[in-house]
């Protein structure tokens, strides 16, 4: 079975960045698509980024657009987001998605069936 445990979270002021890890296990994940989703206090859990785990193709929201990059190291079966430029309303607990490849991007969270426990993004002004 499929095991995703993030890591990186913390506080950090506003216009700074922060590294999330995602540790995948339990498959060959050449058939994958990561995704990073998030979730802040009262609101729907929201897409951020995929990445199509063969090809390192990439997709994302447009609120994060330009300031997050996802990235995957195959060596390491680690997914990464990069997030630069952070603000407030980044504030959130970050969770790492996984999905079987299909046709066209995914960015629903019910299209993701794999969930890592997820880890605290903080973003102070």
């Known amino acids: 079975q499929v095991q995703l445990v993030e890591s990186g979270g913390g506080l950090v002021q506003a216009g700074g960045s922060l590294r999330l890890s995602c540790a995948a296990s339990g498959r060959a994940f050449s058939s994958y698509t990561m995704g990073w989703f998030r979730q802040a206090p009262g609101k729907e859990r929201e897409f951020v980024a995929a990445i199509n785990w063969s090809t390192g193709s990439t997709y994302y929201a447009d609120s994060v657009k330009g300031r997050f990059t996802i990235s995957r190291d195959n060596a390491k079966n680690t997914v990464y987001l990069q997030m630069n430029g952070l603000k407030p309303e980044d504030t959130a607990i970050y969770y790492c998605?996984?999905?079987?490849?299909?046709?066209?991007?995914?960015?629903?969270?019910?299209?993701?069936?794999?969930w890592g426990q997820g880890t605290q993004v903080t973003v102070f002004s």
């Open positions: 998605a996984a999905r079987l490849d299909g046709p066209g991007w995914e960015s629903r969270v019910q299209g993701f069936g794999d």
